[in-house]
């Protein structure tokens, strides 16, 4: 099959969703070897386009690059006119692959699309204005003009089911994988004193609030690493003596900080799976994660639950961490040995080939 995934999200720097895609997208060309030709497709510009190549510099993939100065105008306005189809561009091609960046149009073959999450749908006060309605239009596109949706947990796949009414046999699950750089032996950061990490974008989901309010019920016994870029909303004060402000941090730095860790805290309040919280288990690190269920499937039974609005139950939870760290560490080592971007990969190439066949 010739598949093409629309990269473009790759054009700024990456977080949980570009990291998403970039290692479903090396997964699903480790395993196409002959059988399956794939194209990474971009509308960009200048430094977005060079992110871009970047990204995908050791990915077996044939890069298209359509460069125009005003991508976002031209994303939206070929969205929107519905012409001229995407294979007067590529040329025949059997599936295509969308985000809400950008949805081409075409003629023939498999359209497809990932749901990473309902958030917007359930809490819109959680988002952004411009975040609410990317989705959405994601989530309408996706119910009548996607063939194929994948979903990055079974907890999304049965919310997609329930609230947008797509048919079960249009989903397909395939859950993230862990990058080979998040392992236990390694370097360690050394920040001077002993601290906690928490990684996640400042967001009001996220709930920094209740963990900063946790780590100051612990009494200064441990310092706080609060990695993560700029979102947007009302962000809790930082400016505390433990606390350790380290912005965006690049994905080469992460994995020491993780090991340099006493413990890995990440109490949103809502997730499509989790990505940081296997992480950090594969770095050997013990976690304490919120009890929402939609964190069941990336916490599976190697780390300890609180509600996470509740500040006394964090912080009793990470005391819990550091006395339960010798069966915690392996625990959640073995945890993360089951998710592979090869696996996510491979999940992409059979939901495409079973939505292949049901065209025939």
């Not at 700024?12 to 699903?28: E, F, K, W």
């Not at 690059?65 to 561009?89: D, I, M, Q």
Request: proline share 6%; with cysteine; aromatic share 8%.
């Amino acid at each position: 099959m010739r598949l093409v995934f629309d990269v473009t999200p790759l054009s700024v720097p990456r977080t949980g969703i570009g990291n998403y895609l970039l290692g479903s997208l090396r997964g699903a060309a480790a395993n196409a070897g002959g059988e399956h030709e794939l194209i990474a497709l971009a509308l960009a510009e200048g430094a977005g386009l060079r992110r871009i190549e970047e990204a995908l510099v050791d990915v077996p993939v044939e890069l298209v690059a359509l460069e125009h100065r005003l991508p976002n105008v031209w994303r939206r306005a070929w969205s929107a006119a519905g012409v001229p189809r995407l294979e007067r561009v590529l040329g025949r091609f059997d599936a295509l692959h969308v985000t809400d960046w950008w949805q081409p149009p075409q003629a023939h073959g498999i359209r497809a699309t990932t749901i990473y999450d309902l958030i917007p749908l359930h809490f819109p006060e959680w988002t952004t204005l411009r975040l609410r309605l990317a989705h959405r239009q994601t989530y309408r596109h996706a119910k009548k003009a996607c063939g194929l949706v994948f979903a990055i947990s079974d907890y999304t796949a049965a919310d997609v089911i329930r609230t947008l009414g797509i048919d079960s046999a249009r989903i397909r699950v395939a859950r993230p994988g862990v990058d080979a750089r998040f392992r236990a032996d390694g370097d360690r950061a050394d920040l001077g004193v002993p601290y906690i990490l928490s990684v996640a974008t400042l967001e009001p989901r996220k709930n920094l609030e209740t963990l900063l309010d946790a780590v100051d019920l612990l009494g200064g016994s441990v310092h706080l690493a609060v990695v993560g870029a700029e979102g947007w909303g009302d962000v809790p004060a930082l400016d505390r003596p433990w606390v350790r402000r380290l912005g965006y941090v690049s994905d080469d730095a992460l994995p020491a900080l993780y090991r340099g860790a006493a413990a890995f805290v990440f109490p949103s309040r809502f997730e499509g799976f989790g990505m940081p919280v296997v992480e950090a288990m594969a770095s050997g690190v013990p976690v304490v994660a919120s009890a929402h269920p939609s964190l069941d499937e990336a916490c599976g039974d190697a780390a300890v639950r609180a509600d996470p609005d509740d500040s006394q139950a964090l912080a009793a939870a990470i005391e819990q961490s550091q006395s339960r760290r010798d069966e915690l560490v392996p625990r959640g080592t073995r945890h993360a040995s089951r998710f592979s971007w090869e696996a996510t990969g491979r999940a992409f190439l059979d939901g495409f080939q079973q939505a292949a066949e049901r065209l025939v």
